[in-house]
């Protein structure tokens, strides 16, 4: 057989790959049918915003000080297992939200997936639920919402914190998510990436810190990938990584007013400290934490100091905290 021919036999093979994986793979996950696999799934609530339904998980009585947990890309409100029912157990209200797109809410194709458009569906929610102030805390992309609602609705934001919070559009330079944001050639390797379990292990190796890679079993392969299986959780993560803008963070962070702790991970490789230093600079009424020993997700990585360090900061009266710390 000469070259040519197994050029196009190759070819084809590849083809027929891709067209099977494209045509048999869910239109979206069925609750029903994995609920019971879902970490505090008792805890989990359904509410409608804009038509859209939207996955929420809360802890702790409503007449609490309210905490807002927002994850980051590709997560759902499994980055808080640990730390959402500890804070509750400290007095707080805590409510645990997948963003639209994410986790268990809706990924409806018509939304845009902006950070802006995320921020307004928060406090939408935040309607919703009659929450008429809380402290936001958001986790990398989820920072990014928090900051844009302090920003954008100031009234509705009583602290703020970012934990490895993403404030620019630095992270678009990652050689995949610039494959990802071609026309077709997205489309065709999403599937492939997300439901692979071998990506999904090298990716969280460099999301965590090498002391914390005892977090990676197998139960947290499947609760990770388990939400991103199917079609519409597929154009939801190209959505929001072509739609990605968020420079205006670290822009217009000078204008943040609310008292904000800044939690960073010494070993963060996705976002790395020199964003967590460049936004205490730029914030007046800030405080920054470096974790040691501690890559992207000190909630995970650190729980139990990251419980303390939140309690601290929300029961702490208003006024100037800027100060870093390791």
Known sequence: MNKKNLALGAGGA??????????????????????????????????????????????GEPANPTLL???????????????APRLADAQFHVVAVDLLGFGYSDKPASFDYTIASQARMVERLMNRLGIGKAT??????????ASTLALDATERVEKLVLVGAVCNDEVLQNPLLKLAAIPVLGEVLTPFLLDSKTFLKARMKRTLAPASHHLIDEERVESVIRPLKAKDAHHSVLASGRNWDANRIQADAHLINQPTLLI???????????????????????????????????????PERFVELVGEFCRAKKGNTRFAEK
């Open 14 to 59: 590849i083809g027929a790959i891709i067209a099977w994986k494209m045509l048999t793979r869910a239109g979206a996950v069925d609750w029903e049918t994995i609920s019971d696999k879902i970490h505090h799934v008792e805890n989990s609530h359904f509410a409608e915003v804009d038509g859209a339904t939207i996955h929420y998980q809360e802890f």
């Open 264 to 302: 960073w991970g010494e070993n963060d490789s996705i976002v790395p400290l020199r964003n967590g230093e460049c936004l205490y600079d730029a914030m007046l009424n800030s405080r920054l934490v470096v974790l040691e020993n501690c890559g992207h997700l000190p909630q995970e990585e650190k």
């Open 136 to 145: 936001l805390i958001g986790s990398s992309y989820g920072g990014a919402v």
């Open 69 to 83: 947990l927002l994850h980051g890309y590709t997560a759902s409100t499994y980055v808080w297992r640990t730390v």
